[in-house]
């Protein structure tokens, strides 16, 4: 009897998924273009990504698999380039390989857009798919409080904060903010949200 009621909840946060990955792959898509920060185009990438995952429709044809699985290893090959600046581009890769797993775990019924980003119980492997969820539960609990606690010690647009939760620089290459440091983490925060949300439906 609940069934219509659960249908309805289940779309409407599935739909809200997806405009929380949209508007921030927006952001990001919008920093990259005005500093060239190339953190900021995977991040984009990423962001619409997910965003096209999580809609609840039945899209059918058969494309969205390989072109999801297409666009996650791209974005996991950028991420592998970026991590010639350090390790802090790690959270990079793992955020790509992590939306290639849930993409080869959805199987046929990703490419048929049957059910969005639900996979349904036992998809993928516990094991990998509990380390992932405790990654990303990590990360949104200390990405939340550095930013609640930034937010109230630091400057949102200093060039010295422009950092995200993950140590990533946001700088264009000449010590200028790529932009608002609070904006930026928040942004990052909202992936991992969405992330984390996707992950829990496995």
């Not at 060239?36 to 096209?52: K, P, S």
């Not at 600046?85 to 049957?114: D, N």
Request: charged share 5%; aromatic share 4%; glycine share 20%.
């Amino acid at each position: 009897m609940h069934g219509p009621a659960t249908s309805l909840s289940t779309s409407v946060s599935a739909w809200l998924l997806v405009l929380l990955c949209g508007v921030s792959g927006a952001y990001c898509l919008r920093r990259a273009g005005r500093a060239g920060d190339g953190a900021a185009a995977g991040e984009a990438a990423m962001g619409f990504g997910m965003a096209v995952m999580a809609v609840p429709l039945r899209l059918g044809g058969g494309w969205q698999a390989p072109v999801l699985g297409a666009v996650f290893c791209g974005a996991a090959l950028h991420a592998l380039w970026l991590l010639r600046g350090g390790p802090h581009h790690a959270h990079h890769l793992v955020g790509s390989l992590t939306m290639l797993y849930m993409v080869l775990a959805a199987g046929p019924g990703a490419a048929s857009g049957s059910s969005g980003h639900t996979h349904g119980p036992g998809a993928g492997l516990p094991l990998l798919t509990g380390l992932l969820l405790l990654y990303y539960a990590g990360y949104v609990v200390l990405g939340g409080a550095r930013l609640v606690t930034v937010g109230g010690t630091g400057s949102a647009g200093s060039a010295g904060s422009a950092g995200s939760a993950d140590g990533t620089d946001h700088t264009d290459g000449t010590g200028a903010a790529a932009g608002p440091a609070e904006m930026i983490r928040a942004c990052r925060l909202a992936m991992g949200i969405g992330m984390l949300a996707m992950l829990l439906t496995m």
